[in-house]
């Protein structure tokens, strides 16, 4: 990995550590409803707002908890809210950890795919020299750019 990639990759992790907090915090209710119940807005002036019967506030509250509601429907109503969305996927880890648990795992991969080659033919390396051949084919697999990182093997 190029020092650019890293840093550029290091800058957006540092972006989106500020969403991970949001993920703690997230309403039970959904934030459409969590909301309209702070600025003690009822379904039916939201519905009003929105063009659209009481009922369909309701079922929209509904299926944001569900997790079905469509990004568009959450923009109208948040704009009927006076808010907006804000849309992210936002890593479990870090992204550098990510690559680097993916180098990780690919060098132990090809180093343990030759050796069971070669353990077949009675040339098994010790478990010092399989860990000299991980940390080399490492090395290797950090020069390479990224993009080859993810082909042909996942972890």
Known sequence: MKIFEKLAIMQLDKALESFSALLMHQ???GWVRM?????HMSTHELAKRLHV??????DME??????GISLKKLEEAA?????TVVYALVPKKSLIAMIEQQEKAKAEHMVMHTQKTMSLE???LSNDQIKQQIDLVLHNIKNEPLKKLWKN???
């Open 35 to 39: 909301i309209r119940q702070t600025l």
């Open 27 to 29: 309403p039970k209710e």
């Open 62 to 67: 509904m299926r944001e908890i569900e997790k």
């Open 79 to 83: 704009e009927a809210l006076g808010c």
């Open 153 to 155: 093997y996942e972890v």
């Open 122 to 124: 009675a040339q098994a």
């Open 53 to 58: 019967a009481q009922s369909t506030v309701v």
